[in-house]
């Protein structure tokens, strides 16, 4: 709580301080009440290969609905719920919500490439995550290949003092991939890029915005591009939003790409038909289709 100055002082600052930290409060409660009455959701935003046009992956992006006001973004509920210490289940949540529907694709012949899901430091460092991510994905029967987990770098640097890489090397040995999310925004140097670590590098927006006007990004991909390349680990540009971006990134030879310019994030339902209608099917799903039609 704001402290109280003498006399009853009007201060502008402390009123705009006092109002800032009533709202974190109010969230803070609403995220409580949300986790409880199941309110967070999963959209679904596919990867694709520019060559081939085929699905490289799919990211689980969390959705939460408040009730008053609206869809409240993830940039914004998420600090909040970090330092409430709520993270750790809602990206368990997510985790469930997002492996489920992956494995309904999976089971549909639906092809998707991956699932990749988000996760940050705090639930990495949950003591049984690996027991619970594994469970999950049993539970769900999706095979730990079919999943990939997006970690930002200052997450892996952290490694050593918090075992978190021993964690995710034992998670890795069982099929899961793991990937660098918001590459180049971080503190780690090329030298933390290990491909007996780390499958895919996602190039952070900030470069791949502009790609084609700006030379400094188009140089900076080029270069990430080239070096994941060398070590035989996959690229990915996320946020690509124009036709101009994808021909710049096509080539710089950046052949996966993610960003409203392929497909918004969508709900579950719209995300299926999305993949469905890319989907080259099994024969014995072509006569279920066929019924169903
Ligand atoms: P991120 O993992 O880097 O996810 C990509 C973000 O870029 C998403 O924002 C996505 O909607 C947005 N995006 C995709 N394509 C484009 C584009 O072409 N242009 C622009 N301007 N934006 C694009 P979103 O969903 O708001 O998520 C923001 C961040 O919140 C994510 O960044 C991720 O760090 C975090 N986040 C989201 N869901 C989860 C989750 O389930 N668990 C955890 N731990 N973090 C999450
Ligand atoms: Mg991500
Ligand atoms: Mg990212
Ligand atoms: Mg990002």
Same mark, same amino acid.
């Given at each position: 709580?704001?402290?109280?100055? %003498?006399?009853?002082?009007?201060?502008?600052?402390?009123?705009?301080?006092?109002?800032?930290?009533?709202?974190?409060?109010?969230?803070? @409660?609403?995220?409580?009440?949300?986790?409880?009455?199941?309110?967070?959701?999963?959209?679904?935003?596919?990867?694709?290969?520019?060559?081939?046009?085929?699905?490289?992956?799919? *990211?689980?992006?969390?959705?939460?609905?408040?009730?008053?006001?609206?869809?409240?973004?993830?940039?914004?509920?998420?600090?909040?719920?970090?330092?409430?210490?709520?993270?750790?289940?809602?990206?368990?949540?997510?985790?469930?919500?997002?492996?489920?529907?992956?494995?309904?694709?999976?089971?549909?012949?639906?092809?998707? %490439? #991956?699932?990749?899901?988000?996760?940050?430091?705090? *639930?990495? #460092? *949950?003591?049984?995550?690996?027991?619970?991510?594994?469970?999950?994905?049993?539970?769900?029967?999706?095979?730990?290949?079919?999943?990939?987990?997006?970690?930002?770098?200052?997450?892996?640097?952290?490694? &050593?003092?918090?075992?978190?890489?021993?964690?995710?090397?034992?998670? @890795?040995?069982? %099929?899961?991939?793991?990937?660098?999310?918001?590459?180049?925004?971080?503190?780690?140097?090329?030298?933390?890029?290990?491909?007996?670590?780390?499958?895919?590098?996602?190039?952070? #927006?900030?470069?791949?915005?502009?790609?084609?006007?700006?030379?400094?990004?188009?140089?900076?991909?080029?270069?990430?591009? *080239?070096?994941?390349?060398?070590?035989?680990?996959?690229?990915?540009?996320?946020?690509?939003?124009? &036709?101009?971006?994808?021909?710049?990134?096509?080539?710089? %030879?950046?052949?996966?790409?993610?960003?409203?310019?392929?497909?918004?994030?969508?709900?579950?339902?719209?995300?299926?038909?999305?993949?469905?209608? @890319?989907?080259?099917? #099994?024969?014995?799903?072509?006569?279920?289709?066929?019924?169903?039609?």
């Amino acid at each position: 709580a704001a402290k109280k100055h %003498g006399g009853g002082t009007f201060s502008f600052f402390s009123e705009e301080l006092r109002r800032e930290l009533e709202h974190r409060k109010q969230l803070e @409660r609403d995220i409580a009440a949300a986790i409880a009455h199941d309110a967070f959701s999963v959209y679904f935003q596919p990867q694709v290969s520019l060559t081939n046009g085929s699905i490289a992956g799919v *990211e689980a992006l969390v959705r939460w609905h408040h009730p008053e006001r609206g869809m409240i973004s993830p940039g914004e509920f998420i600090p909040i719920a970090e330092k409430a210490g709520d993270m750790p289940r809602i990206g368990r949540i997510v985790m469930r919500k997002a492996i489920q529907e992956a494995a309904s694709w999976y089971r549909t012949g639906i092809q998707f %490439g #991956r699932l990749a899901v988000n996760v940050s430091g705090t *639930e990495l #460092r *949950e003591p049984d995550f690996t027991r619970f991510l594994f469970a999950m994905l049993e539970d769900a029967g999706l095979p730990p290949q079919k999943l990939s987990l997006e970690i930002v770098e200052s997450v892996i640097l952290d490694d &050593e003092k918090t075992g978190i890489a021993s964690k995710l090397r034992m998670i @890795r040995a069982a %099929g899961v991939h793991l990937e660098l999310d918001d590459f180049g925004t971080g503190y780690a140097s090329l030298t933390h890029v290990n491909p007996n670590e780390i499958d895919r590098l996602k190039i952070d #927006r900030r470069f791949v915005q502009n790609i084609n006007l700006n030379d400094d990004n188009s140089k900076i991909v080029r270069a990430i591009t *080239e070096l994941a390349r060398g070590l035989g680990i996959s690229i990915i540009a996320e946020g690509a939003e124009t &036709e101009e971006e994808l021909s710049s990134l096509l080539s710089i %030879g950046c052949d996966q790409v993610q960003g409203y310019s392929i497909a918004f994030p969508m709900p579950d339902t719209q995300a299926r038909e999305w993949l469905e209608a @890319r989907s080259p099917r #099994r024969p014995v799903l072509t006569l279920v289709d066929g019924a169903r039609a």
